[in-house]
Every structure is written in structure tokens, then in C-alpha cells.
């Protein structure tokens, strides 16, 4: 789970991650989705993680030894037991791709690190960034109108209260 969430990977490219894809400080997706491959940097502190889960393992063999489907439903296990129903693996990437856009990574980059061929589809992130936005400004506004006593504004000279308009 930490690594579809630090690195973006898709369920089947943990499926079939072998040892010998993982490097000091990068990993090789070889036959990512449309039979792409690629090349994901990796954070010393996970690329160090790694390279002590494989130790012993063979170059060929299966890293995680499941199936895209068991990540899934290990994935959907742990969600539930977290309180979070509905969770799906492939959440983990849409959040890794989300945080990286809200810090101002540039959206090449990111196609570049989820495999998109179509900037069309990275581009669905942004309106998850940009509703953000507006959130952010509406939660600034509702900050304001209960300091100024709710979505009501008071006439000065009656001292009648009338719906604030903006």
C-alpha cells in the first residue's frame, strides 16, 4: 500500500515487480498498462525499504507474491478495518497523483511518473486540485460570515437582520 501511495503504481505493476526492476534509487515498470514500460524515481527512504524486503529474494520472482486482485482486496481489507468502505486500490494512485499537483509539481511530470500517454488523462487530477481551491475559499468565507454572526447582515439604523448578500 505505502508504495502505490508514494510512487503512483498501478495494482497490476506491483503484481508483477520482480527484484531485478528495483535500483538504488529508481525502479523499472516493465509492461505497464498498454505494454509501456517506464522508469519511477524513488525517495532514499523507500528505495532503502525495498532493497531490504528483496534481500533474499530472486531476480525473477514476484515481489509482493500477489495477484492484482489480492492487492485489491488487501487493499480493501485494510481500508475497512481504517473505517474507510468503498476504498479501492486504485485510490492510492489518484491520491499520489492529487498531492503532488497540490504541491506544484508540473502536470508533465506527473503524466511522466503515472505512465499517461494523454495529458487529457493526468489532466482529471486538476479539477480535483482546483475544487480544492475553491474549497479553500469558501471555508475562508464561511470563517468570515459566523465572525460576522452567520450567512445575516444587520441593518445599522433598525438593527433588523436581512440575508447578506455578496
Not at 79 to 92: E, S, T, V
Not at 117 to 135: E, F, K, R
Amino acid at each position: 500500500m505505502e508504495l502505490a501511495l508514494k510512487i503512483g503504481m498501478r495494482r497490476s505493476e506491483l503484481a508483477n515487480l520482480e527484484p531485478k526492476d528495483i535500483h538504488a534509487d529508481f525502479l523499472v515498470v516493465i509492461g505497464g498498462k498498454g505494454g509501456k514500460d517506464r522508469m519511477i524515481p524513488l525517495a532514499p527512504v523507500i528505495a532503502q525499504r525495498l532493497k531490504n524486503f528483496i534481500k533474499d529474494m530472486e531476480p525473477d520472482e514476484k515481489v509482493f507474491k500477489l495477484k492484482a486482485v489480492s492487492i485489491s482486496d488487501k487493499v480493501r481489507q485494510f481500508a475497512k478495518k481504517a473505517g474507510l468502505n468503498g476504498f479501492h486500490a486504485h485510490q492510492l494512485r489518484h491520491k499520489f497523483a492529487t498531492d503532488l499537483l497540490e504541491k506544484g509539481v508540473n502536470i508533465k511530470l506527473v503524466q511522466a511518473l503515472l505512465g499517461h500517454t494523454d495529458l487529457g488523462t493526468t489532466q482529471v487530477y486538476l479539477s480535483i486540485v482546483d475544487q480544492g481551491l475553491h474549497d479553500a475559499v469558501a471555508t475562508l468565507e464561511k470563517e468570515k460570515e459566523e465572525e460576522d454572526g452567520g450567512p445575516w447582515g444587520v441593518d445599522p439604523t433598525t438593527g433588523l437582520k436581512w440575508p447578506r448578500t455578496y
